[in-house]
Nanobody, 126 residues
Framework: VQLQASGGGLVQAGGSLRLSCAAS????????VGWFRQAQGKEREFVAA????????PYADSVKGRFTISRDNAKNMVYLQMNNLRSEDMAVYYC????????????????????WGQGTLVTVSS
């Protein structure tokens, strides 16, 4: 499984970006796909995940109400719509995949994912 994250860039505080994660594989619909982020000098943290079937896990508290995860199985894509961006959202965003369904506690843990994309940088200017 190969993952390609894209859509990062420079945005002003309060602005929006949509990140995309393109995945390879014929069984994409069976993947749990998660978004994680890592700010400079900080540990990687969970943002949101999409389970097989399209349901999402709870979002990280820091992004709840501002970010939305979605997927298009026909296109092997998962998206992260990020609205009302803040300076604290500035990070490298990674998508990751696990073949199969993860329960919430697993989906929120980076160690549960077997495949990772290269990351896309989101910069928020104030």
């Amino acid at each position: 499984v190969q993952l390609q994250a894209s859509g990062g860039g420079l945005v002003q505080a309060g602005g929006s970006l949509r990140l995309s994660c393109a995945a390879s594989g014929r069984t994409f619909s069976t993947y749990t796909v998660g978004w994680f982020r890592q700010a400079q000098g900080k540990e990687r943290e969970f943002v949101a995940a999409s389970r097989p079937g399209g349901s999402s896990t709870p979002y990280a508290d820091s992004v709840k109400g501002r970010f939305t995860i979605s997927r298009d199985n026909a296109k092997n894509m998962v998206y992260l719509q990020m609205n009302n961006l803040r300076s604290e959202d500035m990070a490298v965003y990674y998508c990751a995949a696990h073949i199969g369904r993860l329960i919430t506690s697993q989906a929120m843990s980076a160690s549960a994912y077997d495949y990772w994309g290269q990351g896309t940088l989101v910069t928020v200017s104030s």
